[in-house]
């Protein structure tokens, strides 16, 4: 559910609240204790903005595509401190790497996560490439427009699709 559908069940709930409240002449107090806890995690959207993972994870896309190792890692440094667990250790993997070749091979499973996690907004789409690993395809998302594949650079640069 998003931020500003939180709160609308939120606000919704405490004018119920009031009506019931004062229909029924419960405890006003009681009853906002018994909603807040139902509603624990419905405003707690704010600490993981969608746009700054989104905002680095497609630098980190942008920047395999275009072959730029320093880029790559400076991308998926800043993704990092917005993930926790094995995203983030994912996303350290793929920063530490010695070489884009490597860089690329730790995409994929990453990206595949990466893929579930986020939900692909307007103005983005959810692109594949068919031959990632042999006939199998790789995943990614990126701003819609020509596709940039991430997973073989300029040697194959707009290889890929749009998952419809």
Not at 74 to 99: I, N, P, S
Not at 100 to 113: K, Q, V
């Amino acid at each position: 559910m998003s931020c500003s559908k939180s709160i609308g069940l939120i606000q919704f709930l405490y004018l119920l609240g009031t009506i019931i409240t004062k229909e029924s002449g419960m405890n006003k107090n009681l009853f906002l204790v018994l909603i807040a806890s139902s509603a624990i995690g419905l405003t707690a959207c704010g600490d993981e903005s969608l746009e700054p993972r989104l905002q680095y994870y497609v630098e980190a896309q942008e920047a395999l595509a275009a072959d730029d190792f320093p880029r790559v890692q400076q991308a998926m440094g800043q993704l990092q401190a917005h993930f926790k667990g094995e995203l983030g250790a994912q996303m350290a993997t793929v920063a530490g790497a010695e070489d884009i070749e490597t860089m690329r091979l730790a995409f994929r499973p990453l990206s595949d996560e990466v893929v579930k996690v986020l939900k692909v907004p307007q103005g983005y789409a959810l692109t594949y490439c068919p031959m990632v690993e042999g006939d199998k395809k790789g995943y990614w998302i990126q701003k819609v427009g020509e596709i940039a594949n991430p997973y073989f650079g300029a040697s194959m640069l707009h290889c890929g699709a749009f998952e419809e």
